[in-house]
């Protein structure tokens, strides 16, 4: 596998000659690229999340604080998806303690997925590749809070689980 697309387009955003929002760039591909599509580092992940960070998801959901935050890697986005991972940041864009970052998340439906009422779907073996966007604010080098934003809907037609 081809090794993942880092940010390209910093140049481009506003105020990028801010070593500030190049640092907060660079995080935010170690977070995507490193510890999220590896999952080889959860300490790298946590690091990365400020403790008490507030997490809006493409549900709409909100989660507050960091461990609430890895659960939901763990039991939504790799829940009978281990091999998802973002393959690309094709565009990285900051300005002041914000960043932006569109995505390329990638996965295949390769095991049963957990369900409530202690209910598995079985895999269906269909891949999906979506856009997604994260809108992040960062604090201290952690981000405080984080939005993610892609479409669902696509996502889980691509896997199978819906028409």
């Avoid at 946590?46 to 997490?55: A, E, G, Q, S």
């Avoid at 986005?77 to 569109?102: C, Y």
């Avoid at 809070?145 to 669902?152: A, L, W």
Wanted: proline share 7%; hydrophobic share 35%; glycine share 6%.
């Amino acid at each position: 596998m081809a090794p993942p697309a880092k940010a390209a387009n910093v140049a481009d955003g506003p105020k990028s000659d801010d070593p500030q929002v190049k640092a907060n760039l660079k995080r935010f591909d170690q977070l995507d690229f490193d510890a999220y599509s590896e999952r080889k580092d959860m300490d790298l992940f946590r690091k990365l999340h400020c403790h008490d960070v507030k997490v809006v998801y493409p549900d709409g959901r909100t989660t507050h604080g960091i461990d609430a935050h890895v659960h939901d890697i763990h039991t939504i986005f790799f829940n009978g998806t281990p091999d998802s991972r973002v393959t690309a940041h094709p565009v990285a864009i900051g300005q002041g303690h914000w960043t932006a970052v569109t995505g390329v998340i990638e996965a295949t439906f390769s095991e049963p997925m957990k369900i409530p009422g202690d209910k598995d779907i079985p895999p269906t073996g269909k891949k999906a590749k979506v856009a997604m966007v994260t809108m992040a604010r960062w604090r201290d080098g952690c981000i405080a809070e984080e939005q993610i934003f892609f479409d669902n809907a696509t996502y889980m037609k691509q896997l199978g689980l819906s028409q």
